[in-house]
């Protein structure tokens, strides 16, 4: 059974994803849950920026029942979309976890394996139109939340995000703490977070550096949702 001074977390690492989507939401954890890193084996996981992580457990040995289930997006979340053994490891876990969750384009990920059809869910902007070939029903905002799935929007969201779990599993003054201690207090030196406000030019640079992987993704998306939606489905 988990432990209700400590919650149980696993945070799943692949090669490829992105460091802060996983980083924040583990800065807020730290220190009051017992986070689990994991991924197939314990070989070392190399991150889309080029920082290397090291995973402390395996899919065999996780613990089987978890408070929250946690996937990071990333450039490599096509391919791990696609992968049988973390679709499996997934769909078995997210079906017992207290709560399934994401940050960025995990989401993505996450409707691969079958865990958000029927959900209201959030994403990286630019992983909008995938996310509605898993079944999932897109939801603007920071975090969205929808009966035990909690989403994160892109990257920097991840903060918010695991403020909000935190919040979820011991209660407001421990995540208003931990965002004090943080220091979490925005204020963004340039208006340019979402593409209303970068406004069309920004945007299209932003999307033209990212076509390959958007590409990848919505192929995957479509190649599952023709079988339906993803393993767990």
């Not at 695991?162 to 207090?185: I, N």
């Not at 919505?218 to 339906?228: C, P």
């Amino acid at each position: 059974m988990t432990d209700p001074v400590r919650p149980r977390v696993a945070m799943l690492l692949y090669p490829g994803l992105t460091p802060l989507d996983l980083i924040a939401p583990h800065a807020a954890f730290a220190g009051t849950t017992e986070t689990h890193l994991v991924w197939k084996t314990a070989d070392p996981v190399r991150s889309d920026s080029g920082v290397v992580l090291h995973p402390t457990t395996t899919f065999a040995d996780c613990p089987a029942d978890l408070d929250v289930l946690f996937v990071p997006g990333g450039l490599g979340q096509a391919s791990v979309a696609a992968d049988e053994e973390v679709l499996e490891f997934l769909a078995e876990r997210g079906a017992r976890a207290r709560y399934v969750t994401s940050v960025c384009g995990g989401s993505l990920i996450l409707g691969a394996a079958g865990l958000l059809r029927g959900y209201r869910a959030t994403t990286h902007w630019s992983g909008i139109e995938a996310l509605a070939l898993f079944g999932a029903e897109y939801a603007e905002g920071r975090v969205v939340t929808d009966r035990n799935r909690i989403t994160g929007g892109g990257v920097t969201a991840g903060l918010d995000f695991g403020l909000v779990v935190l919040a979820r599993l011991l209660g407001e003054d421990v995540a208003k703490v931990t965002q004090l201690m943080l220091e979490y207090a925005p204020a963004p030196p340039f208006d340019a977070g979402t593409p209303e406000t970068a406004g069309p030019e920004i945007t299209a640079l932003a999307l033209a550096g990212n076509l390959a992987v958007n590409g990848e993704m919505t192929a995957v998306a479509e190649k599952l949702a023709a079988r339906g939606w993803g393993r767990a489905a």
